[in-house]
């Protein structure tokens, strides 16, 4: 794909030079790209944004949700050589981190590009992750479990019209959350930085640190107040930690 032609799996927010850096962003579980738009430019005139566009939801509603991880980790690292001309970073929240993790070790094996810098935001590293049962349950179940989470998804579950609408895509990322089961880390070829607010009901400061391990080439812990959805209320905050990252 050349780049330029409009692909179904990136939002492309670009900019109105030469990009000196691409920033991948990848939603966490029922999110969907414009979750990122506040991103979009936000990290000044030489950083063009890239968010993920799950199967399944907004401009892709009319596809089914994939349930595995390692599936979409496939699709979007192949749609990447393109925007590999110019150093890439990469962002992933929850779901999105791990996603973000198996598509840096997919860059360097099949493309030799290894992202500048990954970000894992609200994730255990993969050897620290246990099984999410409500992946399984009822709906009862699962929307309590966005529920404890908070953010954005629990105000829009509230809406039945609306539910409906989401639950196939939620439902599906959950399942795929689960089949990808405690395995051990591979060392990446990049810097991590991991990102956790300091009230997730979901994952602690000490288990993001966990990422270390993974990381050779340097980790960075950064903790944020807040909870597992931290990143709407230190919007500002954390763009201005990221922006200062990739401009070192």
Known sequence: MALGTESIWLRRYPTVTTPRLRLLCLPHAGGAAGFFHSWGNAFGEDVEVL???????????AEDPWTALEDLADAIADELPPYLDTPLAVFGHSMGATLGYEITLRLAQRYHAAPALLMVSCRKAPHLLTPRTA???????????????????????????LRDLVLPALRADFRAVARYTARPGVPLPCPVVGYVGDRDPDVGPDEVAGWARTAPLGFELKVLPGDHF??????????????????R
């Open 51 to 61: 968010a993920v566009r799950y199967p399944g939801r907004q401009e892709r509603i």
């Open 135 to 161: 992946a399984f349950g009822t709906d009862e179940e699962l929307l309590a479990e966005v529920d404890k989470l908070g953010g954005t998804d629990s105000a829009l579950l509230a809406d039945a019209d």
């Open 230 to 247: 931290y990143l709407v209320g230190q919007r500002d905050a954390l763009i201005a930690d990221i922006r200062a990252r990739l401009s």
